[in-house]
């Protein structure tokens, strides 16, 4: 026998991930690491051979879930390489702790991030907003809390209209904000001091991968001579992309663009809906990470940092 059947935190953790109760990188990221803790504690095994077998199987269902959600398999790798010991107990330590540590460092990245960005503004600034970030709005918070007067152009960003949430958040935080329709964003980037936006990962040459508008927006705002702004945790950088493969690019529900009565009422064309772009480098001036603001050319030297020069995949069998 190599492996013990899987905790119920696992199956239940992979569903909800799956169904998107659990949505966001960092709530993903976290709820998959628990879930590795529970499994490592639970059951009884018999030998620790079966003890890696259960957790890399373990990781193996959490992972089938969202296979392009990167901060799942970076949170996965940060646990699963490090099943030291040669004991069971040695092991089972080694598990909690590494989840402990990886939950902990969580907890501080966006803090950590958002006081970063914040050096980047200036008291009178105004940044311009596209879709909605966390990691971009600590940023802000930051500032606002350091005392610095910001305003905030904000897009809509349809389809779904994320900037609404940018716009409540940063109105209760005391930003002036300004609502604007994504087509608009051009005529404002004058009087505009950043363009600030979030990522959903960033690949190893840089490119940012965000909300689909973001690499209009950049173009836009090089024109102009914007700075251009992209505040994401080390939790977005993508390992994979360092041995050449590309960031798969999710396609949402064509409803989400046009109601099916609209749809018909038009001659029924076709609907395209992807969610997210590619922002090539040269279009950005910083990234800016918990661990200090990079070029994005230079963030290849972090991602090596963290993860080694090698993208393997603990959760499947050697
Ligand atoms: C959200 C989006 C955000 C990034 C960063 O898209 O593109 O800019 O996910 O967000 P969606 P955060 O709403 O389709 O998931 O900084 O909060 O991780």
Redesign the pocket.
Known sequence: MTSVSLHTAVTQTAHEIETMET????PIAKAAATALKTQAVEPDYETPHSFRATLRAAGRTLHETRPTAVSLPNALRYVLRRIDGETIPEQRSAVAASVDEFIMHLEHAQEDLGRVGANRLKNGDTVMT????????ACVETAVLQGKEITAIVKETRP?N?GHITARELTEMGVDVTLIVDSAARRYLNTVDHVL????SIAADGSVI??IG?SGLAVNARDRGTPIMV???TL?LHPETMTGHTVEIEQ?AETEVITEGERAAIGDPQIENP??DVTPPRYVDAIVTERGQFPPESIVILMRELFGDGVDEPWVEP
């Open positions: 949505r966001g990188a960092a596209h879709c909605h970030s966390t990691d971009a709005i779904r994320q936006v979030g990522a959903d965000n909300k973001t505040a994401a945790q977005k949402r969610a997210f």
